[in-house]
Nanobody
Framework: QVQLVESGGGLVQAGGSLRLSCAVS????????MGWFRQAPGNEREFVAA????????YYADSVKGRFTISKDNTKNTVYLQMNTLKPEDTAVYYC????????????????????WGQGTQVTVSS
């Protein structure tokens, strides 16, 4: 069983930065492609960013490209989401996910194709 625990959310002013972390339990962290998703009230959960098992390749939603950076440290079993130049429309609960396949962590199969999920962390950006 794989468990994911997010941290690092909070309240920030527009233009500010936050770094989210997702700690993954288990010895098989390097076998999973990892992703970040978000869900605002009244909206469906949407894809934000993904990274391959090795960390060598990344993929971003157009809405965050150039502002957010996903990375992973296989020695610490942790995936990160650095969020810069935050906007009020970035306000949402952010979820970390793991998938045994790349197709399961990126659209169109994601988010339904992902295997494991964290509990989420709230990010609120004030204007």
């Amino acid at each position: 069983q794989v468990q994911l625990v997010e941290s690092g959310g909070g309240l920030v002013q527009a233009g500010g930065s936050l770094r989210l972390s997702c700690a993954v339990s288990g010895r098989t962290f390097s076998r999973y492609a990892m992703g970040w998703f978000r869900q605002a009230p009244g909206n469906e959960r949407e894809f934000v960013a993904a990274i391959t098992r090795s960390g060598g390749s990344t993929y971003y939603a157009d809405s965050v490209k150039g502002r957010f950076t996903i990375s992973k440290d296989n020695t610490k079993n942790t995936v990160y989401l650095q969020m810069n130049t935050l906007k009020p429309e970035d306000t949402a609960v952010y979820y970390c996910a793991a998938s045994q396949t790349w197709e399961g962590i990126v659209p169109p199969k994601a988010p339904g194709g992902s295997d494991y999920w964290g509990q989420g962390t709230q990010v609120t950006v004030s204007s």
